[in-house]
């Protein structure tokens, strides 16, 4: 089992900036693709941001792309996610997640394990 806990969220106004931290424990970190997924109230969850567990690979949404960064520090078993230029649409609970077996990294049933979200609101 590897745990998922988020932290960094909160309330920010249109143009600001957070980072939200994953702190995965209880297997190898290193070991899993980690990833970044959304979810605004009433709507499906969707794709966010992916970087491979060696780090070679990431993958953005078009929605996200130049505005926000994944990044990991393996030895802190931590993913980040840094949120610049916020918008309103930005608004929803975020999720990271970790797999290590990806037919198409955008879906989230291929990934195992979960964080429990944390919720970013940004208004205008």
């Known amino acids: 089992q590897l745990l998922l806990l988020e932290s960094g969220g909160g309330s920010v106004q249109a143009g600001g900036s957070l980072r939200l931290s994953c702190v995965a424990s209880?297997?190898?970190?290193?070991?899993?693709?980690m990833a970044w997924f959304r979810q605004a109230l009433g709507q499906e969850r969707e794709f966010v941001a992916f970087?491979?567990?060696?780090?070679?690979?990431?993958y953005y949404a078009d929605s996200v792309r130049g505005r926000f960064t994944i990044s990991r520090d393996t030895s802190k078993s931590t993913a980040y996610l840094q949120m610049d230029s916020l918008k309103p649409e930005d608004t929803a609970v975020y999720y990271c997640?970790?797999?290590?077996?990806?037919?198409?990294?955008?879906?989230?049933?291929?990934?195992?394990?979960w964080g429990q979200g944390i919720q970013v609101t940004v208004s205008s």
């Open positions: 970087r491979s567990y060696k780090g070679i690979n990431t």
């Open positions: 997640a970790a797999g290590n077996s990806f037919r198409d990294h955008e879906r989230p049933d291929e990934y195992s394990f």
């Open positions: 209880g297997r190898t970190f290193s070991t899993y693709a």
